[in-house]
């Protein structure tokens, strides 16, 4: 059986002057978190190391993003930090508003004593 997917969370963040696509996505990522919590690690006496987080950002520069610095800033489980085209710039002229997108997933492996319903 493959990895349950316990939790997803969206997030926007953005950088209102600067340009800077990894500020934008930190900020989306951020967002995600602050929509979420996940009890349920210590009411089942599991370790934060046994969950993945994958993460998938889309600004409009996805190679303007340092993937290790979002990387770095996810607090718990094993990290995935993916950058894709998305996103939105507004604005004219040479100091666009960058708007970050970003979901947020946790999966675990498959556990016994309990399972997710479908």
Aim: charged residues 25%; without cysteine; neutral net charge.
């Amino acid at each position: 059986m493959a990895e349950q997917r316990l939790i997803i969370e969206m997030g926007m963040g953005n950088d209102l002057h600067g340009q800077d696509y990894t500020k934008a996505a930190k900020r989306a990522i951020e967002d995600a978190f602050r929509h979420s919590s996940l009890p349920l690690f210590p009411t089942l006496g599991l370790s934060h190391s046994e969950m993945r987080v994958q993460v998938t950002v889309g600004v409009q520069k996805p190679d303007a993003v340092d993937v290790e610095a979002l990387t770095a800033t996810l607090p718990r489980g094993r990290a995935e930090v993916r950058v894709v085209k998305g996103g939105l710039n507004v604005g004219e002229g040479d100091d666009p508003i960058v708007i970050a997108q970003a979901s947020v997933e946790a999966f675990l492996p498959p556990q016994t004593g309990w399972r997710l319903k479908r």
